[in-house]
């Protein structure tokens, strides 16, 4: 997939967003062209945070990085190193656990994402125009392991005071 212009990009949900499943979410676009759609993952919504059961053994150690990439395709799991770099976002994805898992969780990269989130080619395009989405450049603020809808707030109201959120018309 050719990268686009929202490719290493954050998405914010727009505070007009009517789909319950992306309200108050920042998603990192990590792959994006006109021909193909675009694919990202949803990073302020820790899995610790939506369902109220308990977590499976095998990932308890790492329930803090385990986060609701998306609704699409949930029931496959991939670790990424993401981190900040001068000129945008690195989205590292490995195929299976690292074995360097102790330095990249130390180092606040590690996340572990259930399912992503996609668009048909064309869709994304509709749906920033429309206002469903701000798009932005990724911060370590942003992309924060502990990034939450509370960032998402107060990036909303951050913009809001410089007159830059765009809402539904």
Same mark, same amino acid.
């Given at each position: 997939?050719?990268?686009?212009?929202?490719?290493?990009?954050?998405?914010?949900?727009?505070?007009?967003?009517?789909?319950?499943?992306?309200?108050?979410?920042?998603?990192?676009?990590?792959?994006?062209?006109?021909?193909?759609?675009a694919? !990202? @993952?949803?990073?302020?919504? &820790?899995?610790?945070?939506?369902?109220? $059961?308990?977590?499976? %053994?095998?990932?308890?150690?790492?329930?803090?990085?385990?986060?609701?990439?998306?609704?699409?395709?949930?029931?496959?799991i991939i670790?990424?190193?993401?981190?900040?770099?001068?000129?945008?976002?690195?989205?590292?994805?490995?195929?299976?656990?690292?074995?360097d898992?102790?330095?990249?969780?130390?180092?606040?990269?590690?996340?572990?994402?259930? !399912? @992503?989130?996609?668009?048909? &080619?064309?869709?994304?395009?509709?749906? $920033?125009?429309?206002? %469903?989405?701000?798009?932005?450049?990724?911060?370590?603020?942003?992309?924060?392991?502990?990034?939450?809808?509370?960032?998402?707030?107060?990036?909303?109201?951050?913009?809001?005071?410089?007159?830059?959120?765009?809402?539904?018309k």
């Amino acid at each position: 997939m050719e990268t686009s212009k929202f490719s290493g990009k954050c998405l914010l949900a727009s505070p007009a967003m009517n789909d319950p499943r992306f309200a108050e979410t920042i998603i990192l676009v990590v792959e994006h062209s006109e021909a193909d759609g675009a694919v !990202g @993952y949803v990073i302020n919504r &820790p899995l610790r945070n939506i369902f109220n $059961v308990p977590v499976p %053994d095998l990932i308890k150690p790492f329930e803090d990085l385990a986060f609701i990439g998306g609704p699409v395709g949930i029931d496959s799991i991939i670790f990424a190193d993401i981190q900040c770099i001068p000129n945008g976002v690195s989205f590292y994805v490995y195929g299976k656990m690292p074995t360097d898992v102790e330095a990249t969780c130390a180092a606040g990269r590690l996340r572990m994402f259930y !399912g @992503y989130t996609g668009w048909s &080619p064309g869709q994304l395009e509709d749906e $920033v125009a429309r206002g %469903d989405w701000l798009v932005v450049d990724p911060t370590p603020e942003l992309i924060a392991p502990d990034s939450s809808t509370q960032t998402w707030q107060k990036k909303i109201a951050e913009m809001a005071s410089t007159g830059k959120p765009r809402r539904k018309k």
